[in-house]
């Protein structure tokens, strides 16, 4: 394991059992709240972007939009929120999807992104892979470019990657 990915798991609290049995919860407000490992972890995020012409990076609520405001900071882009269903007051693109604790539906507003901008995926994790999925079918639906998808955690054993990859994304994660 790289000193960073040491000092990242570090930063991270597990929580067993919640939000229900046999979930070992990976908690990113400890990082979060590390001056230097969020830093840390934002540079590591960004560095494979900066210059190659992002136009918006597009987070995933709710932990993923404390990650891509900070992202897209660095990286001088726009910020797309994907949210929930039922908050956001514009028109919208929808779609339902299944977590490993449950089902949600998600949306963005149709005119967050215009045809053929590169967008960059964020959010703090991957599990089963279904939230980064359906983030990446509204994001082409509207006809977002998306180079790649990163994430601080990766949960190998639930097969989110896999899933992300045989859609042709990029996949980019920090601590396994
Ligand atoms: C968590 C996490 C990802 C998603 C990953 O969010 O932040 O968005 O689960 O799971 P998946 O790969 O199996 O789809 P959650 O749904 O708990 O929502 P929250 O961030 O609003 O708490
Ligand atoms: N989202 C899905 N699975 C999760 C986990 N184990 N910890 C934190 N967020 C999650």
Do not use: W
């Not at 005119?111 to 959010?123: F, N, R, S, W």
């Not at 079918?137 to 899933?163: E, M, N, S």
């Amino acid at each position: 394991m790289s000193t960073l990915e040491n000092e990242l798991v570090a930063a991270i609290r597990n929580i067993p059992d919640y939000p229900k049995p046999g979930i070992m919860f990976r908690d990113i407000t400890t990082l979060l709240g590390n001056p230097r490992a969020f830093r840390r972890a934002v540079d590591e995020l960004v560095h494979p972007y900066a210059g190659i012409g992002i136009a918006k990076v597009a987070g995933i609520e709710a932990r993923g939009f404390i990650l891509g405001g900070a992202m897209a900071h660095q990286l001088s882009t726009g910020f797309v929120p994907i949210r929930k269903k039922g908050k956001l007051p514009h028109e919208t693109v929808r779609i339902a999807y299944s977590l490993e604790y449950g089902v949600d539906e998600m949306e963005m507003h149709k005119d967050a992104i215009k045809p053929g901008e590169k967008v960059i995926l964020v959010d703090d994790l991957i599990a089963t892979g279904g939230t980064a999925e359906a983030a990446v079918k509204l994001l082409r639906q509207i006809g977002a470019d998306i180079v790649a998808a990163c994430f601080v955690i990766d949960l190998p054993d639930l097969g989110g990657r896999k899933k992300l990859e045989a859609l042709n994304v990029e996949v980019r994660t920090l601590v396994a």
